[in-house]
């Protein structure tokens, strides 16, 4: 592969389904590392991997949140489309060719989609392990989650800034108006309070003029 990065995530594919399936990691790395992207790239998914490690615990399925990791950015476009339909739908397809059987794959596709909204069941192992791997950036450190809000923003170049700032602030809004940002009591005691105060930080950044 390409980087050091993209290769230490193959490693991690193949230990997960096997080195029978290393062409269809090969093509999720590749989707990763799709020019257009500027924060869903393969930095997102190993920090994802790696927090889903701490979390593991906390999961009913490990493999299948991990099969969901690797899936549930595969198809970006900023756009328009649904992302994580089209990559559920594409894990669908991949996982029952390489041998998967249909209730782990259908578990896969479930956690992918329920990545749209991050609103898992409270009963919902796997999907509280899931979510609160893809929203730990929110906990970032000051340095790190400009950068993280930097690179969203230039996925989204296209967009003029004061529908940006509308669309983003809507979202932000959205997170942090939910009374569980994180589901594990682990993410929820490591991330809460630091998500919350970043939330809020780039909320207020986002109503400044010229922001």
Known sequence: MGTSLDAELLDRWTELAGPSARAVGEDL???????HRRYHAVEHLAAMLNIIDDLAADAADIAAVRYAAFFH???YSVEGGDNEEASAALA???????GLDAELVAEVARLVRLTAGHHPNPSDRNGGVLCDADLAILAAGESAYAAYASAVRAEYAHVPDELFRKGRAAVLQGLIQQEHLFRTPTARARYDNAARANLAAELITLSEPGA
Do not use: N
Request: proline share 12%; hydrophobic share 40%.
């Open 29 to 35: 790395v590749r989707r990763y590392s799709e020019p």
């Open 92 to 98: 669908e397809t991949a996982l029952p060719a390489m």
């Open 73 to 75: 950015d595969a198809v």
